[in-house]
């Protein structure tokens, strides 16, 4: 599924980069983000996070033995605060996506892991921004924007998770922040088969600076 979504359907194809883009992978998994970014732009720079830690120890050594160079990897969350939180995963299942800060997404016995703010990893122009974090978007983009180091991203690629259990829709205050920071954006969502039908939805936000 991640190599259809990735390589085939490029849901993060990048536009208007030179041949150096700087780029922030936010939920690595096992890297195939990373190395579809390094497929199509082979000297770009990339910072990848992966809070788990058997999937952590993939993407290491995905990194490792497809020697891709100018990679760096984080075993972190991306939150609001530098804390501990609780992650949930299911050891037996590296690199499920479903893995998440919510219990509703998987409802197995929580880890606790270290979370980081993504802005202390933003020492310079980005050009381009992969947030997948498993609905832990909104405390990322957040506080992106409160430390104002959202200035410096050209393009995100957001994989959005809308209507988790148990939570209220909340897609509006995020797109305000968004444009609040200059950001122009194009939403893509699937509601087959039934469109109308309230229920989780994996929403795709393309954002880029005006």
Known sequence: MLYREIFVRQNYRLKDVGPEPVILDCGANLGMATL???FVRPGCRIKC???DPKTFNLLQENILKNRLDQVEPFNV???NENTTIDFFTD?????S???STRPTRMRTPAIPVAARRLSEFVEGKVDFLKLDVEGAEQQVLEEL???RKIRLIKQMGIEYHRRIPGE???LSGFLKILEENGFEYQIVA???PEPSALRFQDIMIYAHRV
């Open 36 to 38: 579809f970014f390094k």
């Open 49 to 51: 996070f992966e809070p």
């Open 77 to 79: 969350a991306l939150w």
């Open 91 to 95: 050891p037996e299942d590296p690199g």
């Open 97 to 99: 996506l479903l893995m």
């Open 145 to 147: 924007a409160a430390s």
């Open 168 to 170: 209220r829709s909340a």
């Open 190 to 192: 699937s509601g087959f």
